[in-house]
């Protein structure tokens, strides 16, 4: 599953500034949308070939022809497993844990950027509070880790990820809500901005947790939300904001923001974007049940805009997704631990995407 914090825990003030808006927390007006005539995704399996056995698959990113999977085994202290796309194959592990080099405590994957023309890997860590690059046609080569360090996150970071081959972007809580910060890939502040304001980034950080994505070389980002039914756009550099919600219960949210721990539904678990779009791992599942894994996935798509597109069901109890842009092929990791392949291009062509 994409890193991002889903820590419940601690006790919720009640104090909420009406500046937020009457009807969503998001502060702008919400499109409400109801997913029609929702397909179902054929799937197929991606034998992985080579290597340890993983398990407990946490997070799956492609990286040029290599799916790079977040995973453990007992045959390696490795966070980073790596598999060709074309037929599986094996070509090593990377990023052991510690504090050493070459080394992370508990790593994040959010995006590929390219320094110097080589596809790099964006690595995050919230235990160091700092942002990595992977290098990963080069690990593959040497048959190591070749990591190097970008800079350092605020303080009180949920989330980052890339927003250019120059950009980056950290999510980070406050006594006033939760905000974000756009840093060179040196680690140096460009600007700061806020996305849930008015609201104690510091007691309602999990009910509010969004696995954050960016259309890579555009100003927008986008927020999945957890815990309530809905996605938001954000323009950071124009601050205009949209919101899309699949259910008319948003309008609660600040009754949901204020439910104990383990009383929510689980909406949106993970995202990822495209050039184009942006795809959405969607549950609508009550908390204790996905805790114990009883639910069932769809994909949610949005397109740059803000617009829903279409909504398609997983046979799949899928947990993971990742996204290639060479081959229009989604990727997903289910509650056993396998990998499956989804082509997209009948979905597209039945919503007459261009």
Request: proline residues 3%; contains cysteine; charged residues 20%.
């Amino acid at each position: 599953m994409k890193r991002f914090s889903l820590l419940l825990f601690g006790t919720v003030s009640v104090l909420l500034l009406a500046s937020c808006g009457d009807s969503n927390v998001f502060d702008c007006e919400a499109e409400l949308v109801t997913p029609e005539n929702e397909l179902t995704l054929n799937g197929e399996e991606v034998l992985l070939k080579g290597g340890p056995l993983i398990g407990g698959i946490l997070d799956i990113q492609v990286v040029d022809s290599f799916l790079v999977v977040k995973a453990s085994t007992k045959e390696s202290q490795d966070f980073l497993y790596v598999y060709s796309i074309g037929g599986g194959d094996f070509a090593g592990s990377f990023v052991t844990e510690g504090r050493g080099e070459n080394e992370l405590l508990s790593p994040g994957m959010r995006g590929v950027y390219h320094p110097e023309g080589n596809s790099s890997l964006f690595l995050y860590d919230l235990s160091l509070c700092r942002s990595y690059s992977l290098n990963l046609s080069g690990s593959i080569s040497d048959g190591k880790t070749r990591l190097s360090e970008i800079g350092e996150l605020p303080a009180s970071t949920l989330e980052a990820c890339v927003l250019s081959d120059s950009l980056q972007l950290a999510c980070y809580t406050r006594p006033d809500g939760i905000f974000g910060e756009v840093l060179d890939m040196s680690g140096h502040t460009k600007r700061s901005f806020a996305i849930y304001p008015e609201l104690s980034g510091y007691n309602y950080f999990d009910k509010l947790s969004s696995p954050v994505n960016a259309f890579i070389g555009t100003s927008t980002v986008t927020f999945a939300m957890v815990m309530l039914p809905q996605v938001n756009f954000l323009d950071i550099n124009t601050g205009e904001r949209h919101s899309c919600a699949v259910d008319k219960s948003y309008r609660d949210w600040e009754k949901t923001i204020t439910l104990e721990n383990g009383s929510q539904t689980i909406y949106y678990m993970d995202a990822v974007t495209s050039d184009k779009y942006l795809f959405a791992l969607f549950y609508n599942t009550p908390f204790m049940d996905w805790a114990k894994g009883d639910f069932t996935a769809s994909l949610h798509i949005f397109d740059i805009d803000g617009n829903f597109i279409r909504a398609a069901a997983f046979d799949e109890q899928i947990k993971a997704i990742t996204y290639d842009t060479r081959t229009g092929i989604l990727y997903g990791a289910d509650q056993n631990d396998r990998i499956f392949r989804y082509d997209l291009s009948d979905l597209f062509r039945s919503a007459t995407l261009q």
